[in-house]
């Protein structure tokens, strides 16, 4: 299986909650990322998370963290149209080069 | 400053054609990466330069030749492309040497190959 899996679609109505989650395989990870791509742009970091913690928030984001399911989460609050992009989740593992490995990414579709 | 800038924004190229791509950055990074996105995929890593020096060629086609002419600066020279090498060439620099590996990515050249 791939290292980094996320579903491929959200769809969510505008002012709602999305939550967009991706599983990782290996253990050693350290540091793991998500990514916003909006269409035709670059990936922009959304924010990070260090493997020995648990949650992180900014702002209307909030990362969860579950080491021992090797699940990682993003909790967008009160989501809007310009939220609408793909989002990709990363990991860099230790013992290696630190390369970030991307998921396939999750299309969030938010609607009026 | 967290920007990376690549330049052109598009490139349109005949399989006879040469061009090159460029990458720019002033974050004193000392690692930048050339990556290739298909549509609805994520981006694949292809070569990997660490204090200027080619420290990982993912197998790249000879017909795409990186160069680091300096610590801001990335190339791409292309050469004898095929039409499935059309896609969006992303660039991205990262401090390098550690655990806490952000990639900052430029915005991309969107090359077709006719």
């Known amino acids: 299986g791939e290292d980094v899996e996320q579903s491929l679609f959200l769809s969510v109505r505008e002012g709602d909650s999305s939550v967009i989650n991706c599983t990782y395989t290996?253990?050693?990870?350290?540091?793991l990322y998500w990514y916003k791509q909006e269409p035709g742009a670059g990936l922009q970091l959304l924010t990070y998370i260090f493997s020995n913690m648990d949650m992180k928030q900014d702002q209307r984001l909030t990362v969860l963290l579950n080491k021992k399911d090797k699940h990682l989460s993003l909790r967008i609050a009160d989501t809007q149209t310009g939220d609408s992009a793909i989002y990709f989740c990363a990991e860099s593992k230790t013992g290696g080069s630190y390369i970030p490995t991307f998921g396939r990414g999750t299309s969030l579709i938010v609607h009026p | 400053d967290t920007e990376v800038t690549q330049t052109p924004k598009h490139l349109v190229m005949g399989m006879t054609n040469k061009k090159s791509l460029k990458c720019e950055q002033h974050?004193?990074?000392?690692?930048m990466y050339w990556y290739k996105q298909k549509a609805k995929k994520p981006p694949e890593l292809m070569f990997v330069?660490?204090?200027?020096?080619?420290?990982i060629n993912e197998s790249v086609p000879s017909r795409f030749s990186p160069e680091c002419p300096n610590s801001s600066l990335l190339n791409l020279h292309l050469h004898a492309l095929q039409p499935e090498d059309s896609a969006l060439y992303l660039c991205?620099?990262?401090?390098?040497?550690?655990?806490?590996?952000?990639?900052?990515f430029g915005a991309g050249t969107r090359l077709s190959v006719l």
């Open positions: 991205a620099s990262s401090k390098g040497g550690g655990a806490k590996n952000i990639q900052y």
């Open positions: 330069y660490s204090y200027e020096k080619l420290s």
């Open positions: 290996d253990s050693s990870s350290t540091y």
């Open positions: 974050m004193g990074h000392r690692a």
